[in-house]
T-cell receptor, first 115, second 111 residues
Framework: NAGVTQTPKFQVLKTGQSMTLQCAQD?????MYWYRQDPGMGLRLIYY???????DKGEVPNGYNVSRLNKREFSLRLESAAPSQTSVYFC??????????????FGPGTRLTVT | QQPVQSPQAVILREGEDAVINCSSS?????VHWYRQKHGEAPVFLMI?????EQKGHEKISASFNEKKQQSSLYLTASQLSYSGTYFC????????????FGSGTRLQVQP
């Protein structure tokens, strides 16, 4: 059981470039989440998916798009990277059908730098 | 709206106790607690649900006061392994069904 996996672990982009962060979970969880964490800060929700086929905006969705490809995979795309998007990105999943009250399991994170 | 955590940082000696507080201005459905060590992902500690009882995990326990929208995390007889940043995450009673995290409490346990 790998849990939640994320690729890549590290990435450096130039302003204006695009990229997709990949996330997969093997726990048969229904809900998946993308967060960003800036230095010394808490986690801020970018997008989440309560079930396969649905996605919803979180606190900071601007500049990002997501795809819930299937039950296992949830990707995050930066169409035109900006220095303000330099951050550590965490993917998480939760097993409950109703996302309320479900403990979240986090992936190892992707450290993204935009120059 | 982001929950408020206090204190922002605390330094303990091994064996001492600590309390970390989390307060929200919204009615809450649940409060989650996570611990994150430097350079690692957050790890789930416990959930407190509306109408639920105080939960415990060995020497780490927590309470949830629904009326005040407050939760407290209690660490007793702290160990070196307790060092890290503790985050509370709150789920509102209505609206977006997702967590909003506080800015964290940095806990350092010294020998």
């Amino acid at each position: 059981n790998a849990g939640v996996t994320q690729t890549p672990k590290f990435q450096v982009l130039k302003t204006g470039q695009s990229m997709t962060l990949q996330c997969a979970q093997d726990m048969n969880h229904n809900s998946m989440y993308w967060y960003r964490q800036d230095p010394g800060m808490g986690l801020r929700l970018i997008y989440y998916s309560a079930s396969e086929g649905t996605t919803d905006k979180g606190e900071v969705p601007n500049g990002y798009n997501v795809s819930r490809l299937n039950k296992r995979e949830f990707s995050l795309r930066l169409e035109s990277a900006a220095p303000s998007q330099t951050s550590v990105y965490f993917c998480a999943s939760s097993g409950k059908i109703d996302p309320r009250g479900g403990e979240q399991y986090f992936g190892p994170g992707t450290r993204l730098t935009v120059t | 709206q982001q929950p408020v955590q206090s204190p922002q940082a605390v330094i303990l000696r091994e064996g001492e106790d600590a309390v970390i507080n989390c307060s929200s201005s919204k009615a809450l459905y649940s409060v989650h607690w996570y611990r994150q060590k430097h350079g690692e992902a957050p790890v789930f500690l416990m959930i407190l649900l509306k109408g639920g009882e105080q939960k415990g995990h060995e020497k780490i326990s927590a309470s949830f006061n629904e009326k005040k929208q407050q939760s407290s995390l209690y660490l007793t007889a702290s160990q070196l392994s307790y060092s890290g940043t503790y985050f509370c995450g709150t789920e509102p009673g209505a609206g977006r069904r997702a967590l909003t995290f506080g800015s964290g409490t940095r806990l350092q346990v010294q020998p």
